[in-house]
Nanobody
């Protein structure tokens, strides 16, 4: 199994910054695309940012210029640096990892349990 675990969420004032981390553990033979999603109460889960195995990135328009996604393949970790946070960024943030396993064929998608980010005065 592959288990992504997020950390770094919390309460921050508008204009502040947070850095989220997501480390994938388990019998991983390869890690491919990794991304961050978020879901606010009453809303659909939406893509925030994605980074491919080659390092290419894409961002939702709402976070472009404020958030930066990065990865450390040696640590099997993806990060999300969030700057200039706004109240509308408040949501549960989920890590998504595309990975291959020694004990499961093909590339599969795994979700973390989520970490709460609250932007409020």
């Amino acid at each position: 199994q592959v288990q992504p675990v997020e950390s770094g969420g919390g309460l921050v004032q508008p204009g502040g910054s947070l850095k989220l981390s997501c480390a994938a553990s388990g019998s991983i033979s390869g890690i491919y695309d990794m991304g961050w999603y978020r879901q606010a109460p009453g809303k659909e889960r939406e893509l925030v940012a994605i980074i491919t195995s080659g390092g290419s990135t894409n961002y939702a328009d709402s976070v472009k210029g404020r958030f930066t996604i990065s990865r450390d393949n040696a640590k099997k970790t993806v990060y999300l640096q969030m700057n200039s946070l706004k109240p509308e960024d408040t949501a549960v943030y989920y890590c998504n990892v595309g990975a291959s396993s020694w004990f499961r064929a093909g590339i599969n998608t795994y979700w973390g349990q989520g970490t709460q980010v609250t932007v409020s005065s």
